[in-house]
């Protein structure tokens, strides 16, 4: 697997990086598309990447080592953020597919009948109207596919360093 690589000594720590980027965290976000995005969830997976990462580094809690440090070690944006990134980039390609597709009618779904009583279960589309709201986006946005993509891309700090 992976971890005889992610934990070796002698690798280099852009090496690992690319490793967690292309092959770990993928699978990690695997779906995370149509999950309802609870708070539990994201600290779930922040909590998945900063141990991961931890791990990678052969860094122990006791070593009082911020995880906004390891980030920055290994060169990786937050995984809310690349799960915010994709949430995003799939609610963009539901709204210019045809109005035929299965995914833009599941979208426009309305499930009959009435809700149980008490604060309505948090769905994915509340997750992407509060995502568009921090980044300060609307949904007639998506339109323009490459500016659209421009304004939502979260990029992994690694990523420019290895470009030059």
Known sequence: MTTGVTCDGRMKD????KIYRTVIRPVALYGTECWPATKEVECRL??????MLRWT???????????????????VAA????????????FGHVLRAEDNTLA?????LEVAGMRAKGRPRQRCIDTVH??????RLH???TRGRIKWRQRIHTADPATR????
């Open 14 to 17: 852009h090496l690992k990086t």
């Open 46 to 51: 922040s909590v998945m990447e900063t141990k």
């Open 57 to 75: 580094a052969g860094i122990t809690r006791l070593d009082h080592i911020l995880n906004d440090n390891i980030r920055k070690r290994f060169g």
């Open 79 to 90: 995984i809310q953020k690349k799960m915010q990134e994709n949430r995003l980039r799939w």
């Open 104 to 108: 833009k009618s599941a979208y426009t």
């Open 130 to 135: 509060n995502y568009l709201k921090v980044v």
């Open 139 to 141: 949904p007639d946005m």
């Open 161 to 164: 360093r290895d470009k030059r």
